[in-house]
């Protein structure tokens, strides 16, 4: 481990930079809008550039978690404060990092209480960071709330309302529950993740009576073997609570209607990293503590993510609502990560983590252009826009390569996880997810090209509003520029991504024994 | 340097940093102008360097240098690099040569766009020599697949270069959707034979190959697999509508991309792996009736159209099935020479008619008439071109089409020989007809008002037709006298054959267009149907429009009602549910004390029996 | 007299203050039936106090009394307030807790 980056304990203060930031934006910002921004974009550089720091400094031959750092809390519950991050989760909090950097200058035009925002935005960042580098499951749960919950106002105060007409066997109910406001979509939100969470915590506290309650140590637990059915019932557990926040079918409903409320920052932040948190959450308690749960279970996790793949894909084509079209493709493209995991091979859940990264870049990338459009155009109509290309070439570039790379372009960080899920796919003893998983390549090029064509790369829309619209501006293009960057380098040389990666998911394979 | 590999690299890292630039540095990019030089210079190092590999590369021998891209736990997962040999330095040069041309013609042909436009131009010309080049060089399927996707990319940005235009943004896509549809085959093909042989390499595969450890048991799906995405890219039924539409990109994008380089490289894919292909003739059966078929198809198309650049759309589309019908005739080294002699003279024509439109303004043949009189040179060098597509002999096209009818019959694919016979004979009538019609005939009433516009293209534009006219009439001469050996046993009464049917093909052409011996009303009256099917293009397209419009937004919007009103709706119904159960039990609140102190004491009682009851 | 009729008569008592608490529909007479009830409970303290000798229940009473007082004194206070609001001590019209 290298020496002196440990020393000064990188994680903790990936993890605690910005709930410092939230504290400052809180106390000291008030009516200064200037200095919340600045705030935030410090407390969020702080951990991209450690993050970085880490991701270069993890020891690749030595693999296993590093910087790891621990401290007492609750000695007689075993509650330890324990950080360390392997291959995979570097990668995931690199990701969070970017985002969230990136999110910040997306969002440089809040207006409305523009302090709480920030505040709110960076509480649940530390939430995100903790997950990820939590090996303390009680912790981790801990985190894990952190980083829904803020959600719930984030959504309800800053979001946007759509337009959903009640109709069908089930319009009465729509009527009911307020369909289509943002306070509907951030209530629902947060209920699902809460009732997913649920799940979650009763898998944690099953693990730890079992393994004797002393530890909540992830380590520990690690090197003990379950009662196989405790395993089978515990992973469905986390598979339901974590693949709900991970949009699984058919509880991803939250996730098209939270994400078209919700203000740019929180989509891109939401579908850019909260959902590979789900994913992220199967990988590792599931994979990782529950092998036999796993073997017994792949075929559902596998079979559902084809049906996440497909059905997400078509349901992203009938889509009107620029907002949910990006939304769908998300639950289509989690559908990916889910099947790349489920055929336990290398190549398979390289892909997925791959996917992960490269899915929360991409879908940070397009949510922050949506956001874009919406503010220069005031819609998000698909089909009452058009020919906006000549008037923001900037935005329409950046649409157009964060399409390319939703639809698994070469060169573009979606087509090695594509490629290497369908690989994997392919190697499973279920062959068969290969075709959900290129056909699924095939529609999301058919609906991001018809949005694109429609909306930048079409005639002229002959609507007076749309006649002078700007492109990007100042902070804005930092946003796009760092996202497009990083979606590029990591296409054009995935092995960056894929080395730590490769460190992490090896030995979780070589224990679920299905690697010779 | 004696090491072609080292050439190789270097012709395909020069266009590729001539894109990094022309991205990055935007300035530049949008002044226009400069933009194009550094893309031309790019390209003429390219060229150079794609010639000394050709030079370097012995025969039978090859170089590769490869490097790790995606890693693994035993070893690199997928490898990437340059694998020189003779075969794909030939290749090279063409799409170097073609390229270069090509850059430097649209230097005259675009000089009216803005700078940032014509910067952006030149940026997807660029990135399209590297993709191209990345694939003709590439070792192994997964490179080959990255680079055929970006071409496919390339394809897109250009056809949809005057993205203004409805027609050019939706031909775009079309494309886009067409080929990628194919290539989802080409995927499926690509990672089951990984799955079967562990390996991407060509080399391993080929080593494979002739030792026979390729098991043979579903290769034939495979190889079925590969081919349709072959077929996909180089628009081979029913995969072909794409192309004629492509033709609302700029024309020397249709020579570069969509006649010369991109729509072959289905047919240097299907040459690089024949050995592949060879293990499973069912396959080889298919493409060589498919190729036959899709060569006679597009020629009978090619034959109603009256837009200049769709009869050379539909003759690329015909000609591509030449190609393939050789292949699957099992003598991939025929196809392969059409292929490059065909990238020379279709990269000709398309850029005279260019020039065409250029002076003219508009793409419709019977808008012109008469302009050999006018652009005298460019009549020239269409004509050159126009010979050498209908195969007659010292052009270009000769040898290699008389050497794909030879391997197809050799073969032992009689049908498909005949089909290609008749359709050498409409290839030479179309492509005189439409010389005929535009350079001969009478001046057409549209263009004499604006006559004075009509002049021979400029320099820039003439030059890289001269040039490729000269390479045509010199190939064609070269053939003549020496050629190399077929793998075949040729038929004597081939050649006369061959060169009869192309002069029955001008020959008619000429009693029709020029003569007006036969009329061409009485002509239409004869072929009624077959014209008025061929006028709906067979209703192909049609059928794709279905499938799109009728069968997939149809299941995509019926899924999204799904998602939204049943999926959702039970969601909803289920809060629904819980709010309802909450306004009765809110009932229950009367907000009265003395009520709840009723409650109180109710519950106390109950609790005094509960703990009191005998048990 | 055992300790059965103190408890006897607590028992009277609290029984005729919950009477008072649930019936009276003026909120000075719940107080006052409030009170039974306490006193009646303070009853049962001092009589547990008495026949098993032991001082804490005299001490608990000692204390429950000046509370008493004080609850007494608030919950009028109280009453005097809603009174001023709402110019009403009907204890069926302060139904402002209703779901």
């Known amino acids: 481990m290298s020496g002196g980056l440990a020393q000064i304990h990188p994680l903790s203060i990936i993890t605690w930079s910005p709930f410092v930031g939230a504290v400052l934006i809180m106390f000291l910002a008030r009516h200064r809008p200037l200095l919340v921004r600045v705030l935030a974009l410090i407390t969020t550089a702080i951990p991209l550039v450690l993050s970085i720091a880490i991701y270069v400094g993890y020891e690749r031959e030595a693999a296993g978690f590093q910087f790891y750092e621990e401290l007492s809390l609750v000695p007689p519950l075993g509650i330890n404060y324990q950080l360390g991050v392997d291959g995979m989760s570097l990668l995931m909090v690199l990701l969070t990092s970017i985002i969230i950097f990136s999110g910040v200058f997306a969002s440089w035009t809040v207006k409305e209480r523009s302090q709480e925002f920030y505040a709110l935005l960076l509480l649940l960042v530390t939430g995100v960071y903790g997950v990820f580098v939590s090996l303390d499951l009680f912790v981790l749960f801990l985190f894990y709330e952190i980083a829904v919950l803020p959600m719930y106002l984030l959504i309800g105060i800053w979001g946007s309302s759509g337009d959903v007409r009640p109709q069908g066997i089930f319009a009465w109910a729509f009527r009911r529950t307020g369909v289509g406001t943002k306070e509907y979509a951030a209530m629902k939100l947060t209920l699902y993740l809460l009732f997913g969470s649920a799940f979650i915590l009763v898998g944690i506290l099953a693990l730890y009576v079992a393994s004797g309650s002393t530890s909540f140590s992830f380590l520990e637990m690690e090197n003990l073997q379950f009662d196989p059915a405790l395993q089978s019932w515990v992973f469905l557990a986390f598979y339901v609570g974590f693949g709900i926040l991970a949009g699984i079918w058919p509880l991803h409903t939250w996730s098209p209607d939270g994400h078209a409320s919700a203000p740019t920052a929180v989509s891109m932040l939401h579908a850019g990293v909260l959902m590979k948190l789900g994913a992220y959450g199967v990988v590792r308690l599931g994979l990782g503590l529950l092998p036999e749960g796993t073997t017994q279970w792949v075929w559902l996790v596998g079979a559902i993510a084809c049906v996440n793949i497909v059905y997400g894909a078509l349901s992203a084509m009938a889509q009107t609502d620029l907002k949910y079209v990006i939304a769908y493709s998300s639950v289509s493209h989690m559908g990916v990560v889910m099947l790349g995991m489920a055929t336990l091979t290398e190549s398979g859940l390289n892909g997925s983590v791959f996917q992960m990264f490269a899915h929360g870049i991409m879908t940070g990338l397009f949510f922050a252009l949506v956001g874009l459009v919406y503010e220069k155009a005031h819609s998000r109509a698909i089909f009452s826009m058009g020919g906006f290309g000549q008037m923001m070439p900037g935005i329409a570039t950046a649409f157009t390569i964060a399409g390319l790379s939703s639809l698994g372009l070469p060169a573009t960080a979606g087509f090695v996880a594509e490629f290497l899920t369908v690989l994997g796919a392919w190697q499973s003893p279920f062959s068969w997810w290969l075709f959900p998983g290129v056909i699924g390549a095939f529609l999301t090029s058919v609906y991001v090209l018809r949005v694109a064509k429609q909306i930048f790369w079409g005639p002229k829309s002959a609507d007076p509003h749309f006649q002078h619209l700007l492109d990007a501006q100042g902070p804005e293009w930092a946003a796009l520029i760092i996202l497009v960057f990083t979606l590029v380098l990591f296409g054009v040389a995935p092995g960056i991504a894929l080395g730590p990666v490769d460190t992490a998911t090896v030995p979780l394979l070589l224990r679920l024994g299905v690697l010779q | ?615 | 007299m055992g300790l059965h009729a103190y408890l006897m008569l607590a028992a009277v008592l609290f029984v005729i203050g919950f009477f008072g608490v649930v019936t009276r529909r003026n909120t000075v007479g719940i107080l006052l039936g409030i009170e039974l009830m306490l006193n009646a409970v303070n009853i049962n303290l001092v009589a547990f106090a008495r026949f098993n000798a032991d001082i804490v229940g005299m001490i608990f009473t000692s204390f429950t009394i000046p509370i008493t007082v004080a609850e007494v004194a608030l919950g009028l206070a109280i009453v005097i307030l809603i009174f001023r609001m709402k110019r009403t001590v009907i204890a069926d019209h302060l139904d402002i807790l209703k779901g």
């Open chain 2, 1 to 615: 340097m004696t090491d072609p590999a080292r050439l190789a690299l270097l012709a395909l890292l020069l266009p590729a940093s001539s894109f990094i630039i022309l991205a990055v540095v935007t300035p530049l990019r949008r002044h226009g102008r400069a933009a194009a030089g550094l893309s031309v210079l790019f390209a003429a190092g390219s060229l150079v360097a794609a010639i000394g590999a050709l030079r370097l590369s012995t025969d039978g021998g090859f170089t590769e240098w490869l490097w790790a891209w995606i890693p693994a736990e035993a070893g690199p997962l997928v490898t990437i690099g340059v694998l020189a040999d003779g075969d794909s330095a030939l290749m090279l040069v063409l799409v170097a040569l073609v390229s270069f041309l090509v850059q430097v013609y649209s230097l005259g042909y675009l000089s009216d766009e803005t700078g940032p436009s014509l910067g952006r131009y030149y940026t997807y010309q660029s990135l399209f020599a590297f993709s191209m080049m990345g694939l003709v060089l590439a070792p192994n399927f997964a490179q080959l697949f990255i680079c055929w996707e970006l071409v496919g990319l390339c394809s897109y940005l250009l056809i949809g270069y005057w993205y203004t235009r409805p027609e050019a943004a939706r031909a775009a896509v079309k494309a886009f959707w067409i080929t990628k549809a194919a290539d989802v085959g080409l995927l499926i093909g690509i990672v089951l034979l990984w799955r079967q042989t562990g390996t991407f390499d060509f080399l391993d595969l080929l080593q494979m190959a002739d030792t026979g450890v390729i098991p043979l048991a579903g290769l034939g799906v495979i190889t079925f697999c590969i081919y349709l995405g072959a077929s996909g890219k180089s628009a081979q039924f029913p995969f072909h509508v794409w192309l004629p539409d492509a033709m609302e990109g700029p024309t020397p994008v249709s020579a570069l991309i969509h006649a010369a380089t991109m729509v072959t490289a289905g047919v240097y894919l299907l040459t690089r792996t024949v050995w592949l292909f060879r293990l499973t003739p069912d396959v080889m059966q298919i493409i060589a009736w498919n190729g036959a078929f899709t060569a006679l198809l597009a020629a009978v198309l090619a034959c109603v159209q009256t837009d200049i650049k769709r009869v050379l759309a539909y003759s690329t589309v015909s000609q591509l099935g030449y190609m393939m019908a050789a292949i699957g005739a099992g003598f991939a080294s025929a196809g392969f020479l059409h292929l490059l002699t065909h990238g020379i003279f279709k990269a000709l024509l398309f850029l005279g008619a260019g020039a065409v439109i250029h002076a003219v303004g508009t793409n419709d043949i019977f808008q012109m008439g008469g302009l050999a009189r006018r652009m005298p040179q460019t009549a020239i060098v269409f004509i050159v071109g126009t010979l050498s597509l209908a195969g007659v002999p010292l052009f270009a096209g000769f040898f290699s089409k008389e050497e794909i009818l030879g391997a197809v019959l050799a073969g032992g694919f009689p049908g498909p020989f005949g089909m290609l016979l008749f359709g050498a004979f409409l290839t030479a009538f179309y492509m005189f007809r439409v010389v005929f019609i535009t350079f001969f005939g009478t001046p057409a009433a549209a263009h004499h008002a604006h006559d004075h516009h009509v002049h021979d293209a400029s320099p820039f534009m003439a030059a890289p037709l001269w040039i490729l006219a000269l390479l045509s009439v010199g190939i064609g001469t070269l053939f003549a006298f020496w050629h190399p050996r077929a793998e075949f046993e040729e038929l004597g009464w081939l050649t006369p054959t061959a060169v009869v049917v192309a002069l029955a093909g001008i020959a008619f052409a000429y009693l029709v267009y020029q003569r007006r011996a036969i009329s061409a009303d009485t002509l239409a009256a004869v072929f009624g149907p077959i014209r008025a099917a061929a006028l709906r293009r067979f209703w192909i397209d049609d059928i794709f429009a279905f499938i799109y419009r009728g069968l997939m937004l149809q299941l995509a919007r019926l899924v999204g009602w799904v998602d939204r009103y049943l999926v959702d709706g039970i969601l909803n119904l289920l809060s629904a549910w819980t709010l309802m159960a909450g306004d009765r039990l809110r009932r229950m609140q009367s907000g009265r004390g003395q009520d709840y102190v009723y409650g109180i004491a109710l519950g106390v009682l109950l609790l005094l029996v509960w703990i009191r009851w005998p048990r």
